[in-house]
């Protein structure tokens, strides 16, 4: 999680399994750190606590596993037009104008 603090990202897609930390955890540091950027939550083991927990910290998407590509590339590029939006400088223009 320390990409976290020396970057700029314009999209975080991160499982809520991690070793040593969990997404909930880097939910929350994106938050506290004030970040814009969008971050997207899949797991394999769906449960209301964690889909709730997940939305109250921000979470742009919170996606089931087995996640279909097309489901990724369309969450992703609504992510990233939103950050074109928010911030119409950011790198993520290229990404979604392709």
Not at 29 to 53: D, I
Not at 68 to 93: C, F, G, H, N, Y
């Amino acid at each position: 999680m320390e990409i976290v603090s020396s970057r700029h990202l314009d999209l975080i897609i991160s499982d809520i399994i991690l070793k040593g930390a969990s997404g909930i955890d880097l939910l929350r540091q994106v938050k506290a750190k004030g970040l814009r950027c969008p971050v997207v939550v899949m797991t394999g083991y769906p449960c209301a606590k964690t889909t709730a927990e997940s939305k109250q910290l921000g979470a742009f998407e919170y996606l089931h596993k087995p996640v279909k590509k097309e489901d990724i590339l369309r969450v992703t590029r609504k992510a990233l037009q939103q950050q074109v939006t928010v911030v119409p400088t950011s790198r993520a223009a290229s990404f979604v104008q392709a």
